[in-house]
T-cell receptor, first 114, second 110 residues
Framework: KAGVTQTPRYLIKTRGQQVTLSCSPISGHRSVSWYQQTPGQGLQFLFEYFSETQRNKGNFPGRFSGRQFSNSRSEMNVSTLELGDSALYLC?????????????FGDGTRLSIL | EDQVTQSPEALRLQEGESSSLNCSYTVSGLRGLFWYRQDPGKGPEFLFTLYSAGEEKEKERLKATLTKKESFLHITAPKPEDSATYLCAVLNNYGQNFVFGPGTRLSVLP
């Protein structure tokens, strides 16, 4: 059974640009959550999508947004990139909502901002 | 504000040397406490969910326990393949946001 797939694995952008990251969940999983991981702040919850609707959101500015498609695949967009956005972005999927079911993580997209 | 701390920050054990990792939390009503392990360059791997004080769960050499203020991850007779960063996270009853601890980096030497 294929795991959670995130693309691309690595990305380099410059300040002010925008970026879109992609996540394909495990087949049959309806929830996709996004996380940011940095050495200083650790792992932080961004938001969760379930059946194409955002269900929960962490404490991140509106520059961070996402969406989920009917096949459960999800994208996360970050606009007006800042140096502090350099991080590992992780996607996780679960059968039910993320808060009620174990989450399965992908290996992340490492985003570097120059 | 919900908070999670983990100790120690790093732990080195000899193969077979049992020990415990600590996760202390403050949360406005605990809905669940989660343990994950993360290998370098990989995403976290789910280990356990605990819901109420007194609950215990086991998986191979790992056993997680929960009190009203903290959780312990006991590692019995660890092997080098148990080397990883162990993360705990809490979810409050409002169910809006996972809060993760900084992790404990475990190294098991052969």
């Amino acid at each position: 059974k294929a795991g959670v797939t995130q693309t691309p694995r690595y990305l380099i952008k410059t300040r002010g640009q925008q970026v879109t990251l992609s996540c394909s969940p495990i087949s049959g999983h309806r929830s996709v959550s996004w996380y940011q991981q940095t050495p200083g702040q650790g792992l932080q919850f961004l938001f969760e999508y379930f059946s194409e609707t955002q269900r929960n959101k962490g404490n991140f500015p509106g520059r961070f947004s996402g969406r989920q498609f009917s096949n459960s695949r999800s994208e996360m967009n970050v606009s007006t990139l800042e140096l502090g956005d350099s991080a590992l972005y992780l996607c996780a999927s679960s059968i039910g909502t993320a808060f009620d079911q174990p989450q399965h993580f992908g290996d992340g997209t490492r985003l570097s901002i120059l | 504000e919900d908070q999670v701390t983990q100790s120690p920050e790093a732990l080195r054990l000899q193969e077979g040397e049992s020990s415990s990792l600590n996760c202390s939390y403050t949360v406005s009503g605990l809905r669940g406490l989660f343990w994950y392990r993360q290998d370098p360059g990989k995403g976290p791997e789910f280990l356990f969910t605990l819901y109420s004080a007194g609950e215990e769960k086991e998986k191979e050499r790992l056993k997680a326990t929960l009190t009203k203020k903290e959780s312990f991850l006991h590692i019995t007779a660890p092997k080098p393949e148990d080397s990883a960063t162990y993360l705990c996270a809490v979810l409050n009853n409002y169910g809006q946001n996972f809060v993760f601890g900084p992790g404990t980096r475990l190294s098991v030497l052969p």
